[in-house]
């Protein structure tokens, strides 16, 4: 990955600008005498971190907070902000127990650091974690850093501690009616030990923990002065773009029009690097237009390379392949004899579902700007959803040590899990290999067409279903068998013997009451780029089960609704919830009916369990021109307890829009290889004009552990729609996306 061939001009130029950048922020605050809890410059901050392994992430406040003498807070999140709304949630949480009211914090991402390690040792934001994983952490930072104020202001006012209070940003002391703001004594704090016990807010007192505090970052993002990855600048840096190989696993040959494209205006440079060509030039417009003149002789992959995808592979291939496996696979979750109660059923029903695979689409093309300092430092300013796992991998491509390589987060132009460390889905390896070659600061952007040849991809899958129902139409036995490769194998490794999880949840660990169950997986390794997107396995295999489970109670006569509640009788949390999203949608009316309008409409419902919350949803839907209106969703979520019930509501939006984007349009489709969509054009993706009325309940069932809500909106929206579709059209979708089928309704 290291090696890299060059041409053109200026290929070995040496740094002119080594300098390091210290923010505007980062000065101001040094410069003040605020109570400045780690602000250093950046190449010495990473070593002084590295150096304390000793630490315990989340308790330094020195690593979080800076108190500003206008007792304004600069807080270093542990987690990157992608439009979830996690600033502000981080806000609402540390400021509750500060005594600091959240529009009064400035929050920027904090760098890569032991301190920052809050989800299970690691870092990552994603899988709904951010929040319900660092709840506890960051109230006690709050409550210790408070703490410490009141103790300096206890000494400057020559006072007991115990005769003092706080109100929103200053100390109190009622006995006089002295006060001192946060700012005038955040240096006397920040010289006393960080407490090791201390007092949280009953939640009844809670000021704007479970509150609807609007949203940090719009009037940034609105106005425009939101600086991205994409639109980040240094001094004298070249700009780059790259034309990768048609297949994953080819590298560059021979450059037939070399001489031509290293004469074009603005060029500087030509290079080879692994499975890609780059030029750099004085504009990236210029960069793009020479790149894509290259005419390139690609070779095919060498003797072992990793995932090299086959110059016949066809993703329609594929799937027939999926959908013809008929073996048990490895069993994930047994319960009672599912095979035996299959054998004695009454009734048994059989189905296999499908769905493709999916690209992330997110607004903001990949980036990646790379700057090699003269003190050896390397620079990165990158979209990432996990700063040390970025840091340790570009340390590995730079082949220098961790320490040494500085990453400035950004806020991400879109999210959905493409900024993971996937192997061939990030720019940065390439600008650092740029940068170095070049001997100037590198800003890399992939145009579109790079993009969505070498986004790391949703994978394809398949299940197979068989339920067993007894005289009475009531389920006994159900036996489901996905079929596919996770990501989660597929990135960390896996195990013959053992089943990846991301395979399988959304459908085992249902709660619904069906004696005999058993789920399994069966591996086939996928020739594609797989990876992580929005909400994972859960974002398929709910649409698989829950859709499933409706023809389950369409073979027993039985009404779905009415059979999810009988199956949750045991399941009070579940049952109040499917009762909230009934009684939210007006009451249950599977349909068809004629609405208001005078076109024919149906309803249908699902549940789904994932990231620790609990969801139910119903879509309403119809049809015009043979393809599928939804005109109303309404979800019923329940995360146990909530920080801000807009974000939960605009979460649970967004996610409908991907959910119905994906059920009804979205899918890549690979022709000998490779992609035949390379822009928007060839993905169609959810318009504004079919976007949903979406209807939000929040359900505070006070369960533990705290759920996510990033991601839990989205798995039920697919087998919704496609329920409903199934009662208006009496056609069953089991294959994805809905736009290839042509719907006809029941009196059409």
């Keep these: 990955m290291n090696e890299m061939t060059t041409t053109g001009v200026g290929a070995t130029a040496r740094p002119a600008d080594g300098l390091l950048n210290l923010s505007r922020r980062g000065f101001l605050g040094a410069a003040a005498g605020a109570l400045i809890l780690g602000v250093n410059l950046p190449g010495g901050r990473a070593r002084a971190q590295a150096a304390a392994p000793a630490i315990v992430p989340g308790t330094r406040v020195s690593a979080f907070l800076e108190i500003r003498p206008d007792s304004t807070v600069l807080f270093r999140s542990a987690f990157i902000e992608g439009g979830q709304g996690i600033f502000t949630a981080m806000a609402q949480i540390v400021g509750e127990e500060l005594d600091v009211d959240p529009t009064h914090f400035v929050i920027e991402c904090a760098p890569p650091g032991p301190d920052y390690l809050l989800t299970g040792g690691g870092r990552f934001t994603g899988g709904s974690m951010s929040v319900r994983m660092s709840y506890d952490a960051m109230r006690k930072l709050g409550a210790s850093a408070r703490q410490m104020l009141l103790q300096a202001a206890a000494t400057q006012m020559n006072v007991s501690i115990s005769e003092l209070t706080t109100e929103p940003g200053r100390v109190v002391h009622a006995g006089s009616g002295r006060t001192l703001p946060f700012g005038e004594i955040a240096d006397k704090a920040a010289g006393l030990p960080v407490p090791t016990d201390v007092v949280l807010r009953k939640s009844s007192d809670f000021r704007w923990i479970g509150k609807s505090v609007p949203r940090l970052d719009v009037r940034d993002k609105s106005t425009g002065k939101v600086n991205y990855s994409i639109d980040q600048k240094v001094d004298g840096m070249l700009l780059a773009a790259v034309q990768h190989s048609p297949r994953l696993g080819g590298e560059p040959g021979a450059l037939a029009n070399q001489a031509e494209v290293t004469a074009m205006q603005g060029v500087h440079s030509i290079h080879k690097l692994p499975g890609a060509v780059a ?82 689409g997110q607004l903001e093309p990949p980036s990646a700007l790379v700057r090699w300092n003269e003190d050896g430092t390397l620079e990165m300013w990158i979209p990432n959803q996990a700063p040390e796992m970025f840091q340790g991998d570009a340390a590995k491509v730079a082949g220098i040590p961790p320490e040494k390589v500085i990453v400035h987060s950004q806020i991400l132009g879109g999210f959905f899990g493409r900024h993971f460390l996937y192997p061939a889905s990030n720019p940065y390896p390439q600008a650092i290999l740029l940068s170095k070659a070049a001997g100037r600061p590198v800003k890399l952007i992939w145009s579109r067409e790079e993009e969505f040849l070498r986004d790391t991809l949703r994978p394809m899958a398949a299940a197979r279903f068989r339920a067993g129902l007894d005289a009475s139409g009531l389920p006994v036995a159900l036996s489901a068998v996905t079929i596919g490769e996770g990501p989660v194998g597929r990135l960390f490794g896996r195990q013959p013997d053992k089943v990846d999880g991301s395979t399988v949840e959304g459908i085992a660990g249902k709660v619904y009451a069906i004696p005999n169950r058993r789920v399994g997986q069966f591996h086939v390794d996928d020739p594609a780029m797989i990876g992580f997107w929005r909400s994972v396995g859960h974002s398929m295999n709910d649409f698989f089960y829950e859709t499933f489970f409706d023809e389950m109670a369409d073979a027993g006569k039985q009404d779905p609704f009415e059979l999810r509640l009988r199956l949750l009788a045991e399941s009070p949390r579940h049952k109040t919830l499917l009762q909230a999203v009934v009684d939210l949608s ?72 991907l959910g119905l984007s994906s059920a009804l349009l979205e899918q890549v489709v690979y022709v000998d290889g490779i992609p035949q969509a390379r822009n928007y054009d060839g993905y169609p993706i959810l318009t504004p004009d079919r976007m949903p009325r979406v209807h939000v309940r929040i359900v505070e069932s006070g369960a533990t552990p705290m759920g996510g809500v990033g991601e839990p909106g989205l798995p039920g929206v697919p087998p919704a729609v496609a329920n409903a579709v199934a009662v208006l059209t009496g056609q069953r979708v089991r294959s994805l996306p809905m736009s290839k089928t042509v719907f006809k309704g029941l009196n059409g």
Aim: proline fraction near 5%; hydrophobic fraction near 50%.
């Design 279 to 360: 030029v750099l030039a004085d504009s990236w417009w210029r960069a793009r237009r020479a790149v894509e003149t290259l005419q390139v002789i690609w070779s095919e992959p060498a003797a072992g390379t990793a995932h090299p995808m086959p110059a016949d592979f066809s993703s329609e291939a594929h799937m027939e392949k999926l959908k013809a496996i008929s073996e048990a696979g490895v069993a994930f979750e047994t319960v009672g004899d599912a095979a035996a109660a299959l054998g004695s059923a009454a009734t048994v029903i059989e189905a296999t579902y499908d769905a493709p695979y999916l690209v992330h």
């Design 586 to 657: 007006g009451g249950w009316k599977r349909g068809p009916f004629t609405a208001d309008d005078g076109t024919m409409r149906a309803r249908g419902i699902a549940m789904a369990s994932p990231f620790a919350s609990e969801v139910a949803t119903i879509a309403e839907v119809s049809l015009r021109d043979g393809e599928v209106v939804v005109h109303d969703v309404w979800v019923a979520i329940d995360p146990g307890s909530i920080v801000n019930p807009a974000v939960i509501d605009a979460q649970i939006a967004s996610a409908v829009a």
